[in-house]
């Protein structure tokens, strides 16, 4: 039998979200149905309720940082019970169209179903998202959060947390290594929090110097201001590893000339808008790298998680009510956040 689910959706790219209610299914033998305790607020949450990357479907609840509780479990699923601190992350199913899933790289693979604003593996039911009191997902897609951590800082893990994670596990950030982040927002906090507790060298590349205090706290050892042309003189050939979190256009010129001899680049902001182009020169004149990176694996997630639980990192939050989601995606888009916003699922019964 199907639960009727409480949640605030996008009825259209021009709406404001709001209530809604609807069904999510009763837990199959392999599912595990989860209160939902705690939902992040990512930006691509604002994107997709907007239509601002295309291909979006309404009604729309969005929603992919969950931290809830385990209620119930099919009766096939050996990993979870009730009582469980779990999360669900960006994607709720994988390879439905390959032969084999692919516990490595499932991400990239054809057939990814994301948390919402997708279609199941039947090509008929959508997927809605943590924005909601309850959802229910197949057990090799749920992940432990470590008991030691807070559900409610937690949550951004499941996003923020590893899209910073699996770039600086892939490229190897750790002693010795000198690592930049550009950008110091939801996505740039977390990758300082990380690449810190790996060992590396941080560097924080922002606009400006205003959360420099912040920066520094957070595991930074140095912190430049982007608008002062001398940094790009001052730090030529630097870093190993640059993550560039921003989803504005810059020239991204400027900070591949920031890398050493088999450095290396990646991208995992979104811009905006279109980039200038990049020069060959900048790339081939040091066997430099330029790269992208988007979230990771369930397997390599759960890494995550145990790795944040073993050196206590969760994101820095604002939680809010349900309520006032609509001011909280205006504030993201001025970058008015320090650094996540949370939402507070028990505010859906106010």
Known sequence: MTTTAKGYAAL????????????????????????????????????????EWGNAAFPMVPGHEIAGVVT?????????KAGDHVG?????????????????????????????????????TSTQGGYSDSIVVKEGYVLSIPDNLPLDAAAPLLCAGITLYSPLNHWKAGPGKQVAIVGLGGLGHMGVKIAHAMGADVTVLSQTLSKREDGLRLGASHYYATNDASTFEKLAGTFDLIICTVGAAIDWNQYINLLKVDGSMVIVGIPDGAVPPVSAFGLVGARRSLAGSMIGSIKETQEMLDFCGKHDIVSDIEVIRIQDINEAFERVVKSDVRYRFVIDMASLAQ
Not at 44 to 50: E, G, L, M, T
Not at 72 to 80: E, I, L, Q, R, S
Not at 99 to 112: F, S
Request: net charge negative.
């Open 88 to 124: 669900v992350g960006c994607f709720v199913d994988s390879c439905t169209t390959c032969k084999t899933r692919n516990v490595d790289l499932e991400q990239y693979m054809p057939g990814l179903v994301q948390t919402y604003n997708s279609v199941e593996a039947d090509g008929r």
């Open 72 to 80: 119930a479990v099919g009766a096939n699923v050996t990993k979870f």
């Open 12 to 51: 259209s790219p021009t709406s404001k979200l709001q209530p809604f209610s609807f069904e999510r299914r009763a837990p199959r033998e392999d599912d595990v149905a989860i209160s939902i305790k705690y939902c992040g607020v990512c930006h691509s949450d604002i994107h997709q309720a907007r239509d």
